[in-house]
């Protein structure tokens, strides 16, 4: 029975975000726990152990799972002992025949600008040339040594992301296949001078999709074993920061070239398409008094989702001065006002300064007198049924305006962050949430409209807005006549 060794190492970088992510941000279960904690959630692991225990017998050798919300730079010291505990938990794990690595593939420490090419590079010098298959979100920044270590990357397929499961049984098959001998990965990469943002690259309706089912055609192919195009997290400035297209064939070298690029060519063609048209902050609002019911405000300048601070109270300003005259719901992270209302106590009344506390170059504290409605731990699970952690909560009422006040950034991407909280979204007027797309999936059967805000913040969609030092230039949109990559010309 094949011994197939599971580990997990998700986390996406902001780097414009100066608050750090640190060692504890991550939620950990080692070993066997690895398995209790994920089985039973929509996530890669649960989608390849569904698999493992149908196709074969195998004897599953769980390591480590470290999983945190997106935030700033990893800390130097943070990340190597997270590296080091990955590392000694494989070693422990002893002898394997297989790998099974689950990665986001957009994180980014102080120093190290690869840290998932890192954690591959001492995987392999542990377990040797066995198969090692990893799943990789769509906004994984690729590095050549992920595309070196790695016998098979598979990535996502779907933005919002809805494919965690299924990305996991692609894995987890193809695992299988190289286990039984009867496969030989051959790669072709075109790695595209472009960073992209906005509604084309929604899956089910936008361009993107487009290049996403030329990929899911080509895995269908006798010869396909895995593509996709990795767009990056633009937010990641770190040298190898572009898009790139992956096709990975069963020893077809002319399929893998013709597929890349003809998918690069799709993408490159159409890169002026690939911008996020934004409406400003007082516009947004404007169209929110007059629309037929809810108004999503995507604030993706400050999406925790992205690696954002999450403490930009730029929409909230707008909405307090002058009062809005509707019910909205706004969140922001604010550990010193969650704590303050904490020891003012529920049906108080507080004076707090709000925003500002993680990215003070970004944000203004603004004072807000407020009384406090309800209180919470914070503790809570998200839609695929993964753990939040949001430390001390508090519901705030300021005027219309209800504000929920986590201590650490969570996702504001699904329901669950607010119903958990005792708020539903459909009961307000506008809704704040930080997220670029994601939230589609959980809003758009209850709202009337949506609308992207152009706010200040580290994960803005405005990228020129942003002081990008570490990719490589020139790049759309950043800069003026960039030239086609070499593949296409
Ligand atoms: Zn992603």
Redesign the pocket.
């Known amino acids: 029975m094949p011994r197939i060794l599971l580990a997990e190492m998700k986390q ?1 970088t902001a780097t414009f975000n100066p608050a750090r992510t640190e060692y504890e941000s991550f939620v950990i279960h080692r070993g066997a726990e690895m398995i209790t904690a994920l089985e039973q959630t929509d996530t890669e692991l649960a989608g390849a152990l569904e698999v493992f225990r149908q196709h074969s017998d195998f004897v599953p050798v769980p390591a480590l799972s470290a999983r945190a919300v997106s935030g700033g730079p990893i800390r130097t010291a943070g990340l190597n002992r997270l590296l080091e505990e990955l590392t000694e938990a494989v070693r422990q794990g002893g002898p394997v025949d297989a790998v099974c690595l689950i990665l ?1 593939g ?1 994180m980014a420490g102080e120093e190290e600008m690869d840290p998932e090419g890192e954690a591959l590079r001492r995987i392999r010098g542990i377990v040797g040339d066995v198969p090692l298959v990893a799943t990789l ?3 994984a920044i690729l590095t050549n040594r992920m595309v070196e270590l790695a016998d098979i990357l598979v990535p ?1 397929h779907t ?1 919002p ?1 809805t494919d965690h499961y299924t990305t996991g049984q692609r894995a987890a098959r193809r695992l299988l296949q190289l286990l039984a001998g009867n496969v030989t990965p051959e790669v072709a990469r075109i790695r595209l001078p472009m960073l992209v943002r906005g509604d084309e690259l929604l899956t089910a309706t936008g361009l993107f999709g487009q290049a996403i089912r030329m990929c899911q055609a080509l895995e269908a192919e006798t010869d396909g074993l895995a593509a996709g195009v990795l767009i990056g ?1 633009p937010f990641t400035d770190v040298p190898d920061l572009r898009s790139n297209v992956l096709i990975t064939t069963n020893g077809n070298r002319d399929l893998a070239e013709r597929t890349a690029k003809q998918i690069a060519a799709f993408m490159w063609d159409n890169r002026t398409r690939f911008v996020a048209p934004l409406q400003s902050i007082e516009d947004a609002i404007d169209s929110a008094r007059t629309a037929a019911g809810l108004t999503v405000f995507s604030d993706a300048a400050d999406a925790t989702a992205s690696g954002a601070a999450g403490d930009s109270n730029a929409i909230l300003k707008a909405l307090l001065d002058p009062p809005f005259e509707f019910p909205a719901l706004v969140p922001i992270v604010d550990a010193p006002t969650a704590s303050a209302a904490h020891q003012a106590g529920e049906g108080s009344t507080v004076t707090v300064q709000l925003g500002g506390t993680r990215d003070p170059g970004r944000f203004t504290p603004v004072e807000v007198t407020a009384q406090v409605v309800s209180l919470f731990d914070g503790n809570f699970r998200y839609e695929d049924g993964t753990e939040a952690h949001g430390g001390p909560t508090a519901v705030l009422r300021a005027g219309q305006v209800d504000i929920l006040v986590t201590s650490n950034p969570v996702y504001v991407v699904g329901r669950q962050i607010f119903t958990a909280h005792g708020l539903d979204p459909r009961d307000y007027r506008v809704v704040v949430v930080k997220s670029p797309n994601g939230f589609r999936t959980h809003y758009e059967s209850i709202a009337a409209a949506i609308v992207p805000v152009d706010a200040p913040g580290s994960t803005s969609a405005n990228l020129l807005s942003l002081p990008f030092t570490r990719c490589a230039r020139p790049a759309f949109p950043l800069d003026a006549d960039v030239p086609a990559p070499a593949e296409l010309t």
């Open positions: 996406e986001h957009a979100d769509l906004h996502y933005y992301h997290n």
